[in-house]
């Protein structure tokens, strides 16, 4: 099912902010910059900015991308599929890839805000048509 392909892309994407977000960690355990209390208590004032910020990204990947999985669950409970959906698909695991980037990396505020408008109006505009989907069905 074509659905696996932007979970597969998701999931790696958590993955990845995950084990950076723990190497960051351990190097500013190892480097002296934070104390175990720093960690369990996750002071973010006391942390390096490039943890906090690979920190907060991963925490933003359980936000719209669980509206996303959810929206390609009930794609799959329906046996949707299409050219626009691989599209729109495509455009919000890119958009999510494109905002981790510039939040992490760059930290530049503009385009990080394009990137997360084009992941919400995938996300607005698949969870439009889905609802247009379960209305017409209903009829």
């Known amino acids: 099912m074509w659905i696996h392909y932007p979970l597969a892309f998701l999931v790696a994407l958590?993955?990845?902010l995950w084990l950076f977000t723990m190497v960051q960690r351990i190097v500013a355990f190892r480097s002296k910059q934070i104390s175990v209390v720093d960690i369990m208590f996750v002071s973010k004032h006391k942390l390096p900015i490039r943890t906090v910020l690979s920190g907060n990204n991963?925490?933003?990947q359980f936000q719209q991308p669980i509206l996303f999985i959810v929206l390609l669950h009930g794609l799959y409970l329906q046996s949707v599929s299409g050219q626009f959906w691989y599209v729109l698909s495509a455009?919000?695991?890119i958009s999510r890839y494109w905002?981790?980037?510039e939040h992490i990396f760059t930290q530049h505020l503009l385009r990080r805000t394009i990137a997360f408008v084009i992941g919400s109006l995938c996300?607005?505009?698949g969870w439009f048509k889905y609802v247009h989907?379960?209305?017409s069905a209903s009829l």
Do not use: E, P, T
């Open 91 to 93: 455009m919000f695991v």
């Open 133 to 135: 989907i379960l209305h």
């Open 99 to 101: 905002h981790c980037a």
């Open 14 to 16: 958590i993955g990845f």
């Open 123 to 125: 996300l607005f505009i």
């Open 58 to 60: 991963y925490d933003n």
